[in-house]
């Protein structure tokens, strides 16, 4: 068996079976935009089922922020690089803090997305065999993929791609940006909250703080415009359908980090709108 088998075994095997089933569930009920609907749970699923995973990698995320000033001090106490790892790994063991916790889900995340990505590639028209391929991978007979599959979606063809607007209308150009949106928000969150200054910060304090505001502001103009207008570009070129993932999917990491973490760098932005934020993470943890 290569390795082109054992991921089909293991990771496209299991998500076109159930792609399969919940489409022809749809189906059976007549439900106009199944193959819609179908992306839709399917990526739902996968998110709960990754989200303790993912749980887990927030909150040690958040951890590590929290830890930033405590590091920073044993930097200045400890020059001796080998001195400094063994403080630093005493101090994530008094905090309960695993400084490898998120790489598994993040792993995950990998083989898991390009499963999907071919799925959805293949389920969508304009690729010549992908049907029958699919239908290889299928474990029941019954749950066999229409040679037609209905592609419309509230208006939408989900096969269409945004580039494509002369040819089926300007509304196509809201899919990559809602997508480039969506993107801003997740990263924005997963930003610490600024630095604040009080008047009682020694000098050496507020330059302290100057620098690490100045680190924060190159990785925001990185990771916060950069990301979004990628993924948007990405949004733009791919067909809709895998724009359903992605915003699915965003959605729920997006609600999943609130629940976490609260608003994290968006809690500016959010207190100017008017948004409140529950600060359900530390209601949880007080009442332990």
């Given amino acids: 068996m290569n390795i082109g088998d054992l991921f089909n075994l293991i990771f496209m095997g299991p998500i076109i079976n159930v792609l399969a089933f919940v489409l022809n569930a749809l189906n059976s009920i007549g439900l106009p935009g199944a193959l819609g609907f179908s992306l839709i749970l399917l990526t739902v699923l996968i998110r709960l089922l990754a ?27 400890h020059s001796d690089k080998q001195e400094l790892a063994r403080a630093q790994m005493v101090l994530y063991k008094e905090h309960g803090v695993n400084p490898a916790a998120g790489c598994l889900p993040a792993l995950l995340q990998v083989p898991v997305f390009l499963a999907l990505y071919q799925v959805i590639i293949n389920v969508l028209p304009g690729k010549e065999g992908s049907i029958d391929f699919l239908n290889s991978l299928l474990y029941l007979p019954t749950l066999k993929f229409p040679a037609n599959i209905d592609v419309n979606f509230f208006g939408l063809n989900l096969g269409a791609k945004p580039a494509e607007f002369a040819s089926y209308g300007w509304y196509l150009l809201a899919v990559p940006a809602v997508t480039a949106l969506l993107t801003f928000i997740q990263s924005k969150m997963t930003l610490v909250k600024p630095v604040k200054h009080y008047p009682s910060d020694s000098p050496k304090e507020a330059k302290e703080k100057e620098g690490l505001e100045e680190s924060m502001a190159q990785m925001q103009s990185q990771m916060v415009f950069l990301m979004p207008i990628m993924i948007g570009y990405f949004a733009f070129t791919f067909p809709i359908g895998l724009a359903i993932y992605w915003n699915t999917y965003t959605i729920l990491g997006i609600l999943q980090q609130y629940l976490v973490s609260g608003w994290g760098g968006m809690s500016d932005i959010m207190k100017r709108l008017g948004v409140p934020e529950v600060q359900l993470a530390k209601s949880k943890k007080n009442k332990k």
Avoid: C, F, I, Y
């Fill in 51 to 77: 989200w303790p995973l993912m749980t887990t990698q927030l909150k040690s995320a958040k951890k590590m922020a929290d830890l930033k000033p405590h590091l920073d001090e044993l930097k200045k106490k």
